[in-house]
């Protein structure tokens, strides 16, 4: 049986960046369908149409068009298993079960008829959020994210306290600024310098 199931990478979804997002794109009835975003993004102008691929002659800045299709690949068999599965149990609805079982970031997946354990570890989720973005936004942006993980990381280690979700509030925030601003150490090769305080003296000037 052939699937409803296809690549695109449309040209009126354009970004600020000049690239647009590749999806699996998922038919069930004319009314019911949705879009799976695989996370990957390339210039529509490089995007073979007709053969549902990457081109080949995709510049390298916009990753490599063999991991890319090795990538795109694997996600739509993913996906094909996860409407196959709900086909043959017959379920009145195969689009919701597709968007519920189907996780970008799996290495590995189950179908499973339950909603997905959700994993409520904030750096973990951190990781999770860097890799679906790292090749829609720049590299300076994951720089960034990623040194804001390690001052949190930082900051837990100093207060002797896990970081979770319920932690995020006024007094955690002011308590935050107050390390970064004082107490966090920025390794230096001849000396350590304690607290961004002269950094941020510099900014409000």
């Known amino acids: 049986m052939t699937l409803p199931l296809k ?9 600020k960046n000049g690239t647009s997002l590749i999806f699996i794109q998922y038919c069930f009835t004319s009314e019911e369908r949705t879009l799976l975003n695989t996370g990957i993004a390339i210039p529509p102008n490089y995007w ?24 795109l690949n694997e996600l739509l068999r993913r996906a094909e298993d996860i409407v196959n599965y709900a086909l043959k149990g017959n379920r009145s609805s ?34 999770l959020y860097i890799e679906c973005k790292r090749s829609s936004v720049k590299h ?5 994210i990623s040194a804001m993980k390690k001052h949190l990381k930082g900051f837990e280690i100093f207060r002797n306290q896990p970081i979770t979700f319920d932690s995020f509030d006024v007094t955690f925030y002011e308590e935050f600024v107050k390390y970064l601003t004082y107490d966090i150490i920025q390794m230096r ?10 950094k941020f003296n510099w900014l409000n000037n």
């Open 7 to 15: 690549l695109i990478c449309s040209k009126n979804k354009l970004r």
């Open 48 to 71: 073979n149409r007709k053969q549902g691929r990457v081109s080949r002659d995709l510049p390298l800045k916009f990753g490599e068009v063999e991991k890319h299709e090795v990538k």
């Open 94 to 127: 195969p689009v919701n079960f597709l968007k519920s079982n189907f996780h970008l970031n799996e290495v590995s997946y189950k179908i499973s008829e339950n909603k997905p354990k959700i994993i409520l570890d904030v750096f973990y989720n951190i990781d």
């Open 140 to 144: 300076c942006t994951i720089n960034v």
């Open 189 to 198: 090769k001849k000396e350590d310098i304690k607290g961004f305080k002269n």
